[in-house]
């Protein structure tokens, strides 16, 4: 051709899909813990500033203020008698890495001044504590469960250091030990914040550097 029209964008931003994620996220058609819980994650971060930086959906303050409340009221509905949340409510089966999920949303929530059912977030981090402390749940019927396991324990400890309760000593004998059984380096990141938090600032900027220089 005689002439070629080119266009170029910067920002400050991935070229991510958020807005379409976002979307995707809101309309969820089920109401499992996983999608009830996700919901509610991505109503809580869309206030109105957010929602237009990303292209997302905006809500009216009433509309998202409702959309949090009714995640956190199903979300306490779900809760087992050990703590942990079933997927359907009632007697469904548990998927016990579903907790620290959960628990992270209700904490955020909480944070961001939404009246979050106390007995029901701390029966979830007690139970969390206490699988910490019982060497975490195996996922044997998982392809990596060694992984699973891994994951599972420093998401687990990354909430509780949220609010102080990480059991530090595990969480140092799960990294010093374990961590090259990792297939991925995202727990890394949970083990550093973690560590952070709870003042260990050496392993804190090992776990980070790391999972940032992670090449397996």
């Known amino acids: 051709p005689a002439a070629v029209r080119a266009r170029l964008t910067l920002s400050g931003l991935p070229p991510l899909p958020y807005g379409a994620a976002l979307r995707g996220i809101l309309n969820y058609p089920y109401g499992c813990i996983e ?96 699988d910490l402390l019982a060497g975490g749940h195996p996922y044997y019927g998982y392809e990596h469960h060694d992984q699973m396991r891994l994951a599972d324990e420093a998401y687990s400890g990354f909430v509780l250091a949220r609010v102080n309760r990480a059991p530090l000593g595990t969480l140092r004998a799960i990294f010093d030990n374990e961590r090259q059984k990792l297939v991925a380096p995202l727990p890394l990141v949970h083990f550093g914040i973690a560590f952070k938090l709870m003042g260990d600032n050496g392993r804190a900027q090992k776990a980070v550097a790391e999972a940032f220089a992670w090449n397996k």
Do not use: C
């Open 35 to 130: 999608q009830t819980a996700s919901k509610g994650y991505a109503a809580l971060i869309l206030d109105r500033a957010t929602a237009q930086a990303l292209g997302g959906p905006v809500m009216s303050d009433a509309v998202r203020k409702a959309a949090v409340e009714s995640a956190l009221s199903r979300i306490a509905s779900f809760q087992a008698g050990n703590g942990h949340f079933s997927f359907w409510g009632g007697s469904s089966p548990i998927e016990t890495f579903m907790t620290p999920y959960v628990v992270d949303f209700m904490l955020d929530a909480r944070d961001a001044g939404f009246a979050v059912p106390q007995d029901v977030l701390q029966k979830a981090l007690q139970r969390l504590n206490d």
